[in-house]
C-alpha cells in the first residue's frame, strides 16, 4: 500500500477559513476537531453538518421531563434538544424521537447511542409526526410531554447535495426525506406559473410573487444556482435599486421556503398532527412547538386557542416565547423562532 493511500492529504482552500460545504471537513468531524467547532460557534455560526437546539433551556422548563416519564421529541433533527431531555428521563423513563430524513437520522441516532442512550431510553423511529397515532399501542397509556421543533434542520440547508439553499450549486430538490415523492424541480415543471404565484404568496408571503413565478416558467430550473439566478433577474426590474441587494436575499430566502414546504406538504402535515395530539396525551402532559414562519405559527396558535375553548388544553401560551438577544448573536438562524405551549386538560 503506498503512502498516499495510507495518509490522505488534507483538503486545500484558499484564504484562511473553509467555504464550501465540502472544505469543512473539520467541522464534518467533530470527535476529532472540537476545538475547531468552538471557534466557528465564537463567530456565530452553526459547524457544518450539525444544529443548535433553539430556547432549549426555556423548552426544559416548559416540558419539565421528569425520571420515568414518557416523552416524544416529534422533530429529532441532530438531536440537540434530546440530548438535554434524556438524562431529566432516568430512570426509567422513555423518549421517542422521530424523524422522516433517511440521510440525517442514522447519524443522529449513532451519536445520540455514542453518549451512552440505549434503545431502553431512547426510541428511534423513521416516521413522519402525522403518524402519531400509530405508536399509540408501544407508548402505552399517552405522553406526559411532547417537542416539535418544525422547519429544516443546519445540516439539511448546510449540504448543497440536498438542494435546500441558493449559496450554492445543487439539485432542486427540497425533499426532507429524499426517497419519497418528487422533487422541487419536478413541481416547478408541472405547476403553471399562477399556480406557482398563489404558492409564493401562501407558504411565504411573497410580495413579487407573480413577476418570481413568471420567470421561473420560462425556462424550469434543475438547480439551486438556476432559480436564485432566475429570482434575481425576475427582480431587477421590480425593486429600486437602494434596497434591491437587502430584498431581493429575503425573496430569495422566501422562494425557497415556500417551495419546500409545497414539496413536502408541511401545512398539511402540521394540521393533521395538532388535530390528533390531543388524544395522544395525558392529563396534564406539556407541549412545546418551535415554528419560523408565520403560517406555521398561525396554525399552531389557532389549534391550541380551539383546545383551550373546547376543554383539551387547559391552559396555552398568550403570547409566543423568542430567542433572547445573545441566543440570538450567538445564532443568527434563531431570529425568526416563537415557540409556543400548552398544557393537556
Known amino acids: 500500500?503506498?503512502?498516499?493511500?495510507?495518509?490522505?492529504?488534507?483538503?486545500?482552500?484558499?484564504?484562511?477559513?473553509?467555504?464550501?460545504?465540502?472544505?469543512?471537513?473539520?467541522?464534518?468531524?467533530?470527535?476529532?476537531?472540537?476545538?475547531?467547532?468552538?471557534?466557528?460557534?465564537?463567530?456565530?455560526?452553526?459547524?457544518?453538518?450539525?444544529?443548535?437546539p433553539i430556547c432549549l433551556q426555556e423548552i426544559l422548563e416548559i416540558l419539565e421531563p421528569k425520571p420515568g416519564e414518557t416523552g416524544l421529541d416529534a422533530t429529532l433533527g441532530f438531536g440537540g434538544h434530546a440530548e438535554a431531555i434524556l438524562p431529566r428521563l432516568q430512570p426509567d423513563g422513555r423518549l421517542f424521537g422521530l424523524d422522516v430524513d433517511p440521510l440525517e437520522l442514522p447519524r443522529t441516532e449513532a451519536r445520540l447511542r455514542a453518549l451512552g442512550f440505549g434503545a431502553d431510553l431512547l426510541v428511534v423511529k423513521r416516521m413522519n409526526f402525522a403518524g402519531l397515532?400509530?405508536?399509540?399501542?408501544?407508548?402505552?397509556?399517552?405522553?406526559?410531554?411532547?417537542?416539535?421543533?418544525?422547519?429544516?434542520?443546519?445540516?439539511?440547508?448546510?449540504?448543497?447535495?440536498?438542494?435546500?439553499?441558493?449559496?450554492?450549486?445543487?439539485?432542486?430538490?427540497?425533499?426532507?426525506?429524499?426517497?419519497?415523492?418528487?422533487?422541487?424541480?419536478?413541481?416547478?415543471?408541472?405547476?403553471?406559473?399562477?399556480?406557482?404565484?398563489?404558492?409564493?404568496?401562501?407558504?411565504?408571503?411573497?410580495?413579487?410573487?407573480?413577476?418570481?413565478?413568471?420567470?421561473?416558467?420560462?425556462?424550469?430550473?434543475?438547480?439551486?444556482?438556476?432559480?436564485?439566478?432566475?429570482?434575481?433577474?425576475?427582480?431587477?426590474?421590480?425593486?429600486?435599486?437602494?434596497?434591491?441587494?437587502?430584498?431581493?436575499?429575503?425573496?430569495?430566502?422566501?422562494?425557497?421556503?415556500?417551495?419546500?414546504?409545497?414539496?413536502?406538504?408541511?401545512?398539511?402535515?402540521?394540521?393533521?398532527?395538532?388535530?390528533?395530539?390531543?388524544?395522544?396525551?395525558?392529563?396534564?402532559a406539556r407541549v412545546a412547538i418551535l415554528t419560523f414562519h408565520s403560517g406555521e405559527d398561525r396554525r399552531v396558535k389557532k389549534a391550541f386557542q380551539a383546545g383551550c375553548r373546547e376543554g383539551r388544553y387547559a391552559r396555552i401560551a398568550e403570547a409566543p416565547i423568542r430567542p433572547g438577544p445573545e441566543e440570538r448573536r450567538a445564532n443568527p438562524r434563531s431570529a425568526s423562532a416563537k415557540l409556543r405551549w400548552a398544557i393537556k386538560a
Open 133 to 284: 397515532p400509530n405508536l399509540l399501542p408501544e407508548i402505552g397509556g399517552g405522553l406526559d410531554f411532547v417537542l416539535a421543533d418544525l422547519g429544516v434542520s443546519s445540516m439539511q440547508i448546510d449540504n448543497p447535495a440536498r438542494g435546500f439553499t441558493f449559496k450554492a450549486e445543487g439539485p432542486l430538490d427540497l425533499r426532507l426525506n429524499p426517497q419519497r415523492g418528487q422533487p422541487a424541480s419536478a413541481l416547478v415543471q408541472r405547476l403553471s406559473a399562477a399556480e406557482l404565484a398563489e404558492i409564493l404568496v401562501t407558504n411565504s408571503d411573497e410580495p413579487c410573487a407573480e413577476a418570481i413565478a413568471q420567470a421561473m416558467k420560462e425556462a424550469p430550473a434543475t438547480t439551486t444556482r438556476q432559480l436564485a439566478n432566475q429570482v434575481r433577474q425576475a427582480l431587477k426590474g421590480v425593486l429600486p435599486e437602494a434596497t434591491r441587494e437587502a430584498d431581493t436575499r429575503t425573496s430569495l430566502q422566501r422562494t425557497f421556503q415556500a417551495l419546500r414546504i409545497a414539496v413536502n406538504d408541511e401545512f398539511g402535515v402540521l394540521d393533521q398532527f395538532l388535530a390528533l395530539l390531543p388524544r395522544c396525551l395525558k392529563p396534564g
Open 1 to 52: 500500500m503506498s503512502d498516499e493511500t495510507q495518509h490522505r492529504r488534507r483538503i486545500r482552500y484558499k484564504g484562511t477559513h473553509p467555504r464550501n460545504f465540502a472544505e469543512k471537513y473539520k467541522e464534518l468531524d467533530p470527535q476529532v476537531h472540537t476545538q475547531e467547532l468552538e471557534k466557528v460557534r465564537e463567530r456565530g455560526h452553526t459547524p457544518a453538518g450539525t444544529h443548535r
